[in-house]
T-cell receptor, first 113, second 116 residues
Framework: SQQGEEDPQALSIQEGENATMNCSYK?????LQWYRQNSGRGLVHLIL?????REKHSGRLRVTLDTSKKSSSLLITASRAADTASYFC?????????????FGQGTILTVHP | GAVVSQHPSRVICKSGTSVKIECRSL??????MFWYRQFPKQSLMLMAT?????????EQGVEKDKFLINHASLTLSTLTVTSAHPEDSSFYIC????????????FGPGTRLTVT
């Protein structure tokens, strides 16, 4: 079953603006990962944050994790048209079978040039 | 990074026939692989865990006899959709976990199945 709720479900911005997507989950986790999916394609791993980390950066990406609120956010700064895609958070539960991920509902991001 | 391939990328079949989808880890071994299904504009739903040398484990609500999984080797898992129906039309994606913590997943490019 889907564990995560993501908001917004859809986000439309202009190139150069920042995009923030949020994800909530229900059970305890080992780590939380963010993925990007271009239309009709496979998933691309963006960033992973462990349960004992609060913030992580990778290029134009910034991820935060609040385990007390069971939530995470993904910030994409200075967005580009090429960032247009669906973004999913996925959680790896604590003590779960190896590598089993549960995905959120996803946010569809559209960046207008 | 590690590469996972899927074949075919697209397949169209008639209702009642069976379709086999292959998932291969190209440059690493995977004792475990995962199969997901994604309906249009929806998220990925885990269907089953494919285990090399043993039976697959299925998520609740997934029919074992309809979605046959065979993990034939350390680099190949196959998903066979038997007696396909139009409602089985979906995007099927496999993944394999990387070695060791923190368990990064490597995803295949997906297979678009259309049942007519």
């Amino acid at each position: 079953s889907q564990q995560g709720e993501e908001d917004p479900q859809a986000l439309s911005i202009q190139e150069g603006e920042n995009a923030t997507m949020n994800c909530s989950y229900k059970t305890s986790i080992n780590n939380l990962q963010w993925y990007r999916q271009n239309s009709g394609r496979g998933l691309v791993h963006l960033i992973l944050i462990r349960s004992n980390e609060r913030e992580k950066h990778s290029g134009r990406l910034r991820v935060t994790l609040d385990t007390s609120k069971k939530s995470s956010s993904l910030l994409i700064t200075a967005s580009r048209a090429a960032d247009t895609a669906s973004y999913f958070c996925a959680t790896l539960a604590g003590g779960t079978s190896y590598g089993k991920l549960t995905f959120g509902q996803g946010t569809i991001l559209t960046v207008h040039p | 990074g590690a590469v996972v391939s899927q074949h075919p990328s697209r397949v169209i079949c008639k209702s009642g026939t069976s379709v086999k989808i292959e998932c291969r880890s190209l440059d690493f071994q995977a004792t475990t692989m995962f199969w997901y299904r994604q309906f249009p504009k929806q998220s990925l739903m885990l269907m089953a865990t494919s285990n090399e040398g043993s039976k697959a484990t299925y998520e609740q609500g997934v029919e074992k006899d309809k979605f046959l999984i065979n993990h034939a080797s350390l680099t190949l898992s196959t998903l066979t959709v038997t007696s396909a129906h139009p409602e089985d039309s979906s995007f099927y994606i496999c993944s394999a976990p990387g070695q060791g913590a923190p368990y990064e997943q490597y995803f295949g490019p997906g297979t678009r199945l259309t049942v007519t």
